[in-house]
């Protein structure tokens, strides 16, 4: 059974330390599905750790133009 051990605010982080890599992966649909955002993955065989940063998209629509695509107006 997985568990959180621990959760640690760091500046403008929210750092959440769990016993496995299937509870990350739980948190981070919830997270993606509900806020949207961009996920980076890092697995360190060594250490047998996997670190996942999840970052949420603070303006979407800006870095679509950014990229010299066109948005369409949405509600959300």
Sequence with gaps: MERLIE???EGEKIVVTT????LVRGLYVALATSFK????IHY???ADCLNMQ???WRD???LLRQHGQ??????G
């Design 54 to 56: 999840w970052t949420k």
């Design 37 to 40: 955002g961009s996920l980076q």
């Design 70 to 75: 066109t948005t369409q107006p949405h509600n």
């Design 7 to 9: 959760i640690q605010h």
């Design 19 to 22: 016993t496995g890599s299937a």
């Design 60 to 62: 979407c629509c800006r």
């Design 44 to 46: 360190d065989a060594q």
